[in-house]
């Protein structure tokens, strides 16, 4: 058991580190046709996810997404709780991380002053990370000196996070949070919880070091408590305790409800796995009968060709049922594109090489250019790096 116990925690943490690292990491990652692995580019109003690009004029498979993202949510809080509060959310991640690392210090004016510096540090990442979400990584500085606008949402977003990091912390876990509130009428008799293992209530020996430890300031003995978050702190340190004293697990950990046994037949939870079902195979069926109409993406960097000019091959895949002829050209009125225009036939595949004149100064060595197969449809970007 306590082997378990050990191997869960070093699970516990190494998954938190790992979905950190990939939420900071995803934006800067980029699939063949040059865009961001996930991203919704306030620029074109359009959604990059996986070497697919979703326009609004085709939202309804997002809108669709959305709801079976909701009802999944709703699903795993009927089935285990609060469990995304403690492995998943980072405003426990961060806080558990200041919190942790600031009482390792003895002195209380540097213990302070580590964790002012911790919540400024952490502030300033989320917020380049969160924004680097709607803004490519690759302009972002470029887009904050073009936009005020930027500028404003990003220093208002900094705040935001630095004074959570800072004064707040578990209390917006417990007192502000909207998830904690919905969890009261989510859960059941038979929810995962953290707390006192049913039959070791006379084991207990009052040390309350479970109650010292708890971010939330809870009696985690008390089953069970809806602003628990599932962090954990309270099973480390009841184990601690008892292996020192007892040599044997701890009292806490996770139990199934009141009877400390799984139960997948509840009705609510029946439901909410049926819906996620129905909207999962609608979904599916959205994406294969709606795909993507044309797809364009560039086939490497352009490579310099002398006297200004820079040669790159695009490739082109229509699914329609018509032929079509693509515009091309650069918004930014500082490159020349040819050919203009390329024609594209019935459901076919065009591999071309086009030229690109560059008559201006190119900030980062990247030109966009917007192909346009549809009047009637938003342009499809497209990032090119000069060589």
């Given at each position: 058991m306590i082997a378990n116990s050990v191997i869960r925690g070093k699970i516990y943490r190494l998954l938190q580190f790992i979905v950190a690292a990939c939420a900071l990491i995803i934006p800067f990652i980029k699939t063949s046709n040059g865009n961001s692995l996930f991203r919704f580019d306030v620029s074109t109003l359009q959604l990059?996810?996986?070497?697919?690009?979703?326009?609004f004029a085709s939202f309804f498979s997002a809108f669709i997404a959305i709801l079976l993202f909701t009802f999944l949510f709703v699903f795993t809080t009927q089935l285990l709780g609060r469990v995304w509060c403690g492995w998943l959310c980072p405003q426990s991640f961060f806080s558990i991380r200041i919190e942790s690392y600031s009482k390792k210090i003895k002195n209380k004016t540097m213990r302070r002053i580590v964790a002012i510096i911790l919540a400024f540090l952490f502030a300033l990442v989320l917020t380049l990370n969160w924004m680097m979400y709607f803004v490519s990584p690759y302009d972002f500085i470029s887009s904050l000196k073009s936009s005020s606008t930027m500028v404003t949402i990003g220093v208002v977003l900094f705040l935001f996070i630095f004074v959570d990091f800072l004064l707040v912390r578990f209390k917006w876990c417990k007192y502000v949070c909207p998830y904690s509130k919905f969890q009261v009428v989510m859960t059941d008799d038979d929810t995962l919880y953290v707390g006192m293992i049913p039959g070791k209530e006379k084991e207990c020996i009052d040390c309350h070091a479970c109650i010292r430890v708890c971010p939330t300031h809870i009696d985690p003995r008390k089953n069970p408590d809806a602003d628990c978050i599932y962090c954990e702190t309270c099973v480390t340190a009841c184990n601690h305790v008892f292996q020192k004293k007892e040599h044997h697990e701890?009292?806490?950990g996770y139990v199934w409800g009141k009877s400390n046994k799984l139960n997948i037949k509840r009705p609510q939870l029946i439901i909410t796995f049926g819906?996620?079902?129905i909207l999962f195979i609608l979904l599916i069926f959205n994406i294969i009968s709606s795909s993507?109409?044309?797809?364009?993406?560039?086939?490497?960097?352009?490579?310099?060709?002398g006297n200004g000019e820079y040669a790159v091959n695009i490739k082109l895949k229509s699914n329609l049922e018509k032929a079509v002829r693509v515009h091309l050209t650069n918004p930014d009125n500082v490159a020349e594109v040819s050919p203009k225009g390329i024609r594209?036939?019935?459901?076919?595949?065009?591999?071309?090489?086009?030229?690109?004149?560059v008559l201006k100064e190119i900030p980062n060595n990247t030109i966009y250019l917007n192909a346009v197969y549809d009047r009637a449809k938003p342009p499809i970007q497209l990032e090119i790096k000069l060589k």
């Amino acid at each position: 058991m306590i082997a378990n116990s050990v191997i869960r925690g070093k699970i516990y943490r190494l998954l938190q580190f790992i979905v950190a690292a990939c939420a900071l990491i995803i934006p800067f990652i980029k699939t063949s046709n040059g865009n961001s692995l996930f991203r919704f580019d306030v620029s074109t109003l359009q959604l990059h996810a996986f070497n697919t690009v979703v326009s609004f004029a085709s939202f309804f498979s997002a809108f669709i997404a959305i709801l079976l993202f909701t009802f999944l949510f709703v699903f795993t809080t009927q089935l285990l709780g609060r469990v995304w509060c403690g492995w998943l959310c980072p405003q426990s991640f961060f806080s558990i991380r200041i919190e942790s690392y600031s009482k390792k210090i003895k002195n209380k004016t540097m213990r302070r002053i580590v964790a002012i510096i911790l919540a400024f540090l952490f502030a300033l990442v989320l917020t380049l990370n969160w924004m680097m979400y709607f803004v490519s990584p690759y302009d972002f500085i470029s887009s904050l000196k073009s936009s005020s606008t930027m500028v404003t949402i990003g220093v208002v977003l900094f705040l935001f996070i630095f004074v959570d990091f800072l004064l707040v912390r578990f209390k917006w876990c417990k007192y502000v949070c909207p998830y904690s509130k919905f969890q009261v009428v989510m859960t059941d008799d038979d929810t995962l919880y953290v707390g006192m293992i049913p039959g070791k209530e006379k084991e207990c020996i009052d040390c309350h070091a479970c109650i010292r430890v708890c971010p939330t300031h809870i009696d985690p003995r008390k089953n069970p408590d809806a602003d628990c978050i599932y962090c954990e702190t309270c099973v480390t340190a009841c184990n601690h305790v008892f292996q020192k004293k007892e040599h044997h697990e701890g009292i806490l950990g996770y139990v199934w409800g009141k009877s400390n046994k799984l139960n997948i037949k509840r009705p609510q939870l029946i439901i909410t796995f049926g819906l996620s079902v129905i909207l999962f195979i609608l979904l599916i069926f959205n994406i294969i009968s709606s795909s993507e109409p044309f797809r364009i993406s560039v086939d490497g960097v352009a490579k310099n060709i002398g006297n200004g000019e820079y040669a790159v091959n695009i490739k082109l895949k229509s699914n329609l049922e018509k032929a079509v002829r693509v515009h091309l050209t650069n918004p930014d009125n500082v490159a020349e594109v040819s050919p203009k225009g390329i024609r594209v036939f019935i459901k076919a595949s065009v591999d071309k090489t086009i030229n690109i004149k560059v008559l201006k100064e190119i900030p980062n060595n990247t030109i966009y250019l917007n192909a346009v197969y549809d009047r009637a449809k938003p342009p499809i970007q497209l990032e090119i790096k000069l060589k």
